[in-house]
């Protein structure tokens, strides 16, 4: 649904001639109605730059929606530099040009070649693909301590389930006699079973599970274990489940970071290597134009 700005009146995006593209570019929409009947006008977002695109702009001072998609376009750019046909063609276009006429002077104001100026550049993408590389490390070995976490986790719930049922005391056994126990609901004598190894340090933990993948494994010891009837613990209650759904959330979130980051020192060593590529393309025209000058 899109909401016109000037009536406040709803439209379903299909009936208005809108697709979804359309519906994720509108900045202000305005119905066909009040268009007839006011100066006001549908405005859209500037549309990113990169040709198949059809998102907004990140902000008012871009002209991509998203970095990916600015390395996309460099690299096109750098590829139609890079192709020997267009690179034949531009030099029969510079060599046809004509000549100065008698009696004009031409001042050639070309910049002193530097032999630092390309290497700046790729020193400062081997500073960023270095920062990359050790944010990776860092991702790995944060997914390492959550898979031992976890693996800590299916031990204490093994360990749960195995424990005795814990004998009630005098004044409860008193209580049950004095109530009549209702059909189906069975009360729960079972120990809480939560392990302190659930929550220890990342030092700790690395000392308690040993390995990695599927040679991973948790060094046998004594746990610190909370021994409350299960349905009298409100500290630990339904720890099994709420431990397990927080390690997989930080888990999932951790591989999506490390994914991004994989893709970041992809483009960026991508897009090195256009820009090497289109260093010597440049150098190539260069010595080629130099060469038709002196003939």
């Given at each position: 649904m899109v909401g016109c700005e000037s009536c406040d009146g709803w439209f379903h995006a299909s009936c208005v001639g809108l697709d979804e593209e359309m519906v994720?570019?509108?900045?202000?929409?305005?119905?066909?109605?009040?268009?007839?009947?006011?100066?006001?006008?549908?405005?859209?977002?500037?549309?990113?730059?990169?040709?198949?695109?059809?998102?907004?702009?990140?902000?008012?001072?871009?002209?991509?929606?998203?970095?990916?998609?600015?390395?996309?376009?460099?690299?096109?750019?750098?590829g139609a530099i890079t192709n020997k046909t267009a690179?034949?063609?531009?030099?029969?276009?510079?060599?046809?040009?004509?000549?100065?006429?008698?009696g004009v002077t031409v001042e050639h104001h070309m910049p002193a070649k530097s032999e630092t100026s390309i290497f700046s550049v790729y020193d400062d993408t081997q500073t960023q693909l270095l920062a990359l590389r050790k944010r990776q490390e860092a991702a790995q070995k944060a997914i390492l301590r959550i898979q031992k976490r976890q693996a800590l986790l299916r031990i204490a719930v093994d360990r749960c389930e195995q424990l005795p049922p814990i004998a009630p005391t005098e004044t409860e056994e008193s209580q049950q006699k004095g109530?009549?126990?209702?059909?189906?609901?069975?009360?729960?004598?079972?120990?809480?079973?939560?392990?302190?190894?659930?929550?220890?340090?990342?030092?700790?933990?690395?000392e308690l599970v040993k390995g990695e993948?599927?040679?991973m494994e948790v060094v046998a010891g004594e746990r610190e274990v909370c021994m409350l009837p299960r349905r009298k613990c409100?500290?630990?209650?339904?720890?099994?489940?709420?431990?397990?759904?927080?390690?997989?959330?930080?888990?999932?979130?951790?591989?999506?970071?490390?994914?991004?980051?994989?893709?970041?020192?992809?483009?960026?060593?991508?897009?090195?290597?256009?820009?090497?590529?289109?260093?010597?393309?440049?150098?190539?025209?260069?010595?080629?134009k130099q060469a038709v000058k002196r003939k």
């Open positions: 994720g570019l509108l900045d202000v929409y305005i119905c066909k109605s009040c268009e007839r009947s006011t100066a006001q006008r549908t405005i859209y977002k500037q549309v990113c730059k990169r040709d198949g695109c059809k998102k907004s702009v990140a902000g008012s001072s871009s002209k991509f929606c998203s970095s990916q998609c600015a390395f996309r376009y460099s690299q096109a750019m750098l690179i034949k063609q531009l030099s029969k276009a510079l060599t046809s040009f004509p000549r100065p006429k008698l109530k009549k126990r209702k059909a189906g609901r069975p009360i729960d004598d079972r120990p809480c079973g939560w392990e302190a190894s659930l929550i220890a340090e990342d030092e700790e933990v690395e993948g599927e040679e409100d500290r630990h209650q339904g720890w099994q489940k709420t431990v397990a759904v927080s390690l997989d959330l930080e888990l999932a979130t951790l591989t999506r970071t490390y994914e991004s980051l994989q893709e970041n020192q992809r483009l960026i060593e991508e897009a090195n290597q256009a820009l090497k590529i289109s260093e010597e393309a440049r150098e190539l025209f260069l010595s080629k």
